[in-house]
Antibody, heavy 117, light 108 residues
Framework: EVQLVESGGGLVQPGGSLRLSCAAS????????MMWVRQAPGKGLEWVAN????????FSVDSVKGRFTISRDNAKNSLFLQMNSLRVEDTAVYYC??????????WGHGTLVTVSS | SDELTQPPSVSVSPGQTARITCSGD??????AFWYRQKSGQAPVLLIY???ERPSGIPERFSGSSSGTTVALAISGVQAEDEADYYC???????????FGGGTKLSVL
């Protein structure tokens, strides 16, 4: 059974940093592109970043460029999102998802990031 | 810019067919995906590559594509289908993922 479990969310002050993790199981992690998607309270889904199987190519939405970094450790079946210079508008539930083509077929339950003073 | 436009809301009576549209300039060259999200839950993939249904998704969910518009149809709508529905695709290059704004389906 495919499982994606996010962790690392919490309350952080503006300008602070957090590192999100996603533990994958039930499939061959190194064979799949992976992505992070977020959802601000009461808002829609927003793609954050994705990463190719070997970690060599990464893409991210303009609003997080230069602040967030997606990475992966295929040996540990894990996906990461390093978030620096956090802003109030980054407050959201962050989902890890496995890509199927350019969509996502499996999603984690999400981890809440709250940026507030 | 490559955006995906969905109606904010759709209402339908039980047993009828609901149709949710999604428009975007890149849709003729990029596949669309559809997700359902119930309150407090993670999204679930309903349709991939415009018309394909993952295993476990009932046949009453179907996707179609015509030019710059794709659509999700839900036949025999039930109260349990009340949820937010999102289309998703990419920009023309295929590198940047885009979500539509979401459609809230209400079952009257």
């Amino acid at each position: 059974e495919v499982q994606l479990v996010e962790s690392g969310g919490g309350l952080v002050q503006p300008g602070g940093s957090l590192r999100l993790s996603c533990a994958a199981s039930g499939f061959t992690f190194s064979n799949y592109l992976m992505m992070w998607v977020r959802q601000a309270p009461g808002k829609g889904l927003e793609w954050v970043a994705n990463i190719k199987q070997d970690g060599g190519e990464k893409f991210s939405v303009d609003s997080v460029k230069g602040r967030f970094t997606i990475s992966r450790d295929n040996a540990k079946n894990s996906l990461f999102l390093q978030m620096n210079s956090l802003r109030v508008e980054d407050t959201a539930v962050y989902y890890c998802a496995r890509q199927l083509g350019r969509g996502a077929d499996y999603w984690g339950h999400g981890t809440l990031v709250t940026v507030s003073s | 810019s490559d955006e995906l436009t969905q109606p904010p809301s759709v209402s339908v009576s039980p047993g009828q067919t609901a149709r949710i549209t999604c428009s975007g300039d890149a849709l003729p060259i990029q596949y669309a995906f559809w997700y359902r999200q119930k309150s407090g839950q993670a999204p679930v993939l309903l349709i991939y590559k415009d018309t394909e249904r993952p295993s476990g998704i009932p046949e009453r969910f179907s996707g179609s594509s015509s030019g710059t518009t794709v659509a999700l149809a839900i036949s025999g709508v039930q109260a349990e289908d009340e949820a937010d529905y999102y289309c998703q695709s990419t920009d023309r290059s295929g590198d940047y993922v885009i979500f539509g704004g979401g459609t809230k389906l209400s079952v009257l």
